[in-house]
């Protein structure tokens, strides 16, 4: 079976801040920033505004800072 991303899809390492330590917020540099969908939610689980910058961020929380 082949599979093929979609031209809006992303693949790759999430860049999430310390996993051993079960901390999966997102590090400055992730490339899930701003490549969510808008699908209502105006909050994270820490509670955060959703989106805080051009789009929502993919998984369960948004990174607290606008990304240029």
Known sequence: N????HSSE???NPQ???ISAGDFTLSSSSP???HGL???YTFDFNGM???VGSAPDLGS?????VIQ
């Open 2 to 5: 082949n599979f093929y991303l």
């Open 10 to 12: 992303i693949q790759g």
């Open 16 to 18: 999430f801040k310390n």
């Open 32 to 34: 899930a920033i701003n």
């Open 38 to 40: 808008d699908l209502g």
């Open 49 to 51: 505004t959703v989106p």
């Open 61 to 65: 929380y948004e990174y607290p800072v």
